[in-house]
């Protein structure tokens, strides 16, 4: 398995939306959910992650090539959140500076292309 953190060269990263998560407790009481979470990085975030949250998976680097995928919290708050459904691009953002290793992503909005 390879290493779950990743160096972005970038401030903003695109991703493509493979699950969202709009009502919390509905969706961790699915009977899908461990083949939903299979390969997801920090598992530990799936009981307090807020709505809009989305299971993505990032294309930069050729990363999209392989098997992790990333819980992916909304940068703003619920009032002012954008729509997204699976297989739309979105954009990605991290706290950390870029160049530096990041435990968290954020999703801004959907790629406008």
Known sequence: MANPFF??????????????INDPAAFRAQQNIDFI?????HKHFIDRVPR???VAKILNDGRGKKEFRE??????PPHLCFP???GERVWLISPSPAGTE????????????
């Open 7 to 20: 160096i972005p060269n970038s401030t903003f990263l695109q991703a493509i939306v493979l699950d969202v």
């Open 37 to 41: 979470l299979e390969n997801v990085n």
């Open 52 to 54: 809009n949250t989305i």
């Open 71 to 76: 819980l992916c919290l909304p940068f703003f």
């Open 84 to 86: 997204v459904k699976p």
């Open 102 to 113: 990041t435990s968290q992503y954020y999703w801004m909005c959907r790629v406008p292309a």
